[in-house]
């Protein structure tokens, strides 16, 4: 028990230090290993390896590259566009454009911090210029990033996948539903809050042949979620290939059809992957070393008891394992929470008869609602550097929509049809 107060506590303690997480990670598993167990230090080096080496786990460089490729090749911009042609009209109209922007970028990326960056780089400006507050815009372009992490294709189902053996398509698959309800309700959100701030719509109402010939520009940013979710659930090509082939497509499109990919676009792209890859992987590996030294403990079992010894009942179990996991998401990169805790809450849900498909869905969303609020809320920060507005001005919002995300979340917990019905 001593172990485990070290290991969480300190690591929990650097993070609130200041300390990048996966150096936090890192430091608390090292020390762990080396004052409170009999397990060899030189594990620790042998599981972060194994836990980079997977074939599996190339999807994520690769997803990260083609969404950072898309944003500089315009194609973000012409979902953007379409959207605004679809939906920009009503009151809250560019809120809802970025909220259905996301949902287009996110059916492309799989990332929630890409999806936020490229849209909101689009969309904050443009909505300081209609005159709708800077917190409401950032915070809302904050929030429909966390969809980029469900609606597949998805990074976080990729490490859940791995992490406990699960068919990544059927994860895939299980994140439409929940991905398209979420965009519904920050939408329902967005539209109250701009009819009770006087936020407006654009002037100029949809029309067919407006819809028409921005659908036609957009064409080829339309047709890439259909080339990468095609190809995988008709076999053509695993997850991992979908990722390249996402990649090869960006490039393609955004270089020789929008033209708007030059060199030097393709390099500055090439190097901000490389940089956001290298912590992604540094997280991992250490996150990998911790999970296994959870095992070896067997504290999975123990977590698992303790619950049990609380309460018996499905639908508690279930809401106490919510409001932990939320508490998680506030705290800690996605990444290595679903390492972490996906193996030891396993068990658990699937005691009671969840399939593990829909608690993957349950896992990722709660942390994922963490993106958006504070104090860790990664898209928050994203959004605040693009809009220069101080986090701490975010927050009545962040919570508003994280509240509102929650109905989303307790669909998925309780009603397994919302992660299930496609499958």
Sequence with gaps: MVSIIVLFGGMVLLIFLGVPVGYAIGLSTICTYFFFSDISLALVAQNCFTGLNSFVLLAIPFF???????????????????????????????GMVAILTSTFFGAITGSGNATTSAVGSLLIPSMTEKKYGKPFSSTLVASAGAIGIIIPPSIPFVIYGVSTSTSIGDLFIAGIIPGLCMAVVLMIACYIVSKKKGYRGSDTRPNLKNILVTAKNGIWALLAPVIILGGIYSGIFTPTESAVV??????????????????????????????????????????????????????????????????????????????????????????????????????????????????????????????????????????????????????????????????????????????????
Aim: with cysteine.
């Design 64 to 94: 990260i590259l083609a969404g950072v490729i898309m944003g500089e090749g315009g194609i973000a911009k012409r979902l953007v566009d379409l959207a605004d042609a679809i939906i920009g009209f009503v009151t809250g109209g560019l």
């Design 246 to 423: 996402a990649v090869v497509y960006s490039i393609l499109v955004g270089a020789f059809i929008y033209k708007e990919l030059t060199w030097k676009k393709l390099l500055r792209a090439l190097y901000t992957a490389a940089i956001i890859n290298g912590i992604t992987s540094f997280i991992i590996a250490f996150s990998a070393s911790m999970a296994k030294f959870l095992s070896l403990e067997r504290i999975p079992n123990q977590v698992c008891d303790a619950i049990l010894g609380i309460t018996d009942n499905k639908i508690l179990v279930l809401l106490l394992l919510n409001i932990v996991l939320l508490i998680v998401g506030m705290l800690i990169d996605i990444i290595p929470a679903i390492i972490i805790l996906a193996p030891i809450f396993l068990p658990l849900v699937t005691s009671f008869g969840m399939d593990p498909v829909q608690f993957g869905v349950m896992l990722v969303l709660n942390l994922g609602i963490g993106f958006v609020t504070p104090p860790y809320g990664s898209t928050l920060f994203v959004a605040s550097a693009i809009s220069k507005v101080p986090v701490e001005q975010m927050f009545k919002y962040a919570f508003f929509f994280a509240g509102v995300l929650c109905i989303v979340l307790m669909l998925v917990t309780y009603v397994p049809w919302f992660s299930l019905a496609l499958l």
